[in-house]
Nanobody
Framework: QVQLVESGGGLVQPGGSLRLSCVAS????????MSWARQVPGKGPEWVSD????????RYASFAKGRFTISRDNAQNTLYLQMNNLQSEDTAVYYC?????WGQGTQVTVSS
């Protein structure tokens, strides 16, 4: 059974940082490219970033470039998203994605 379990969300002030984690199980993690997406109520999901099987070729949405860093630890079956200089518009539920599999999401709220 495939599972993607995100964690690390929370409430942070503008300019703050969070590190999201996604622990994967039930499939061969090291063979799958991984991505992060986010969603706010009333809107469709928005792609944030993705990364190749070996941690190569990270890509970012324009709003994430220079602030977010995606990485992965294939030995630990874990995907990360380091988010710096967070702003109110980054408030969303963040999801981990592999092929057609999605986690349950972790809420990120940026507010003073």
């Amino acid at each position: 059974q495939v599972q993607l379990v995100e964690s690390g969300g929370g409430l942070v002030q503008p300019g703050g940082s969070l590190r999201l984690s996604c622990v994967a199980s039930g499939f061969n993690f090291r063979l799958i490219s991984m991505s992060w997406a986010r969603q706010v109520p009333g809107k469709g999901p928005e792609w944030v970033s993705d990364i190749g099987q070996s941690g190569d070729n990270p890509r970012y949405a324009s709003f994430a470039k220079g602030r977010f860093t995606i990485s992965r630890d294939n030995a630990q079956n874990t995907l990360y998203l380091q988010m710096n200089n967070l702003q109110s518009e980054d408030t969303a539920v963040y999801y981990c994605n592999a092929n057609t599999w999605w986690g349950q999401g972790t809420q990120v709220t940026v507010s003073s």
